[in-house]
T-cell receptor, first 112, second 114 residues
């Protein structure tokens, strides 16, 4: 039981490049999320997906797109990376009927 | 709009001491208040959570105190240990947590000195 697995763990991009962060969970959870973590800002919600086939914007969605490929997988895409998107990104799933969030180990992205 | 305010930003405690982290919220509809613990290089993990029908919840050395009228809740770590050194996030949501709108505080970096 791996929980929430996200790749890559580290990535350096140049301004304007694109990339996709991949995420998969094996806990049969319905809801999945992408958060970003920045010093002094806490954890901010980028996008979420309440179920397969649905996605909604969170607090900071600008510059990002997501795809809920199936129940297990939820990807985050940066179409044209900007230095302001330098951050640590977490893929998260919500436990069934518990309210507990399960986090991946994070993807550290640097945009030069 | 910051709906959950957390303090202090950082905290240094001696081994064996009590660590106290405070959070205040604005939305009276919040009814689920978890604390998450994050070690360096890892994702946050649920530590303990409380619902407003009780004023205190204790799990081992960790206690949440909840004051509904003041709209405040706090985490107390008794007999703090170096292994407790981590970042702690408070959070709040509605619908008992079974919702997509969990609002996090900005985090407290705790260092427990041996």
């Amino acid at each position: 039981n791996a929980g929430v697995t996200q790749t890559p763990k580290f990535q350096v991009l140049k301004t304007g490049q694109s990339m996709t962060l991949q995420c998969a969970q094996d806990m049969n959870h319905n809801s999945m999320y992408w958060y970003r973590q920045d010093p002094g800002m806490g954890l901010r919600l980028i996008y979420y997906s309440a179920s397969e086939g649905t996605t909604d914007k969170g607090e900071v969605p600008n510059g990002y797109n997501v795809s809920r490929l199936n129940k297990r997988e939820f990807s985050l895409r940066l179409e044209s990376a900007a230095p302001s998107q330098t951050s640590v990104y977490f893929c998260v799933s919500l436990g069934l009927n518990t309210g507990e969030l399960f986090f991946g180990e994070g993807s550290r992205l640097t945009v030069l | 709009q910051q709906q959950v305010k957390q303090s202090p930003q950082s905290l240094i405690v001696q081994k064996g001491g009590i660590s106290i982290i405070n959070c205040a919220y604005e939305n009276t509809a919040f009814d689920y208040f978890p604390w998450y613990q994050q070690f360096p290089g890892k994702g946050p993990a649920l530590l303990i959570a409380i619902r407003p029908d009780v004023s205190e919840k204790k799990e081992g050395r960790f206690t949440i105190s909840f004051n509904k009228s003041a709209k405040q809740f706090s985490l107390h770590i008794m007999d703090s240990q170096p292994g407790d050194s981590a970042t702690y996030f408070c959070a709040a949501s509605t619908e008992g947590g079974a919702t997509n709108k969990l609002i996090f505080g900005t985090g407290t970096l705790l260092a427990v000195q041996p």
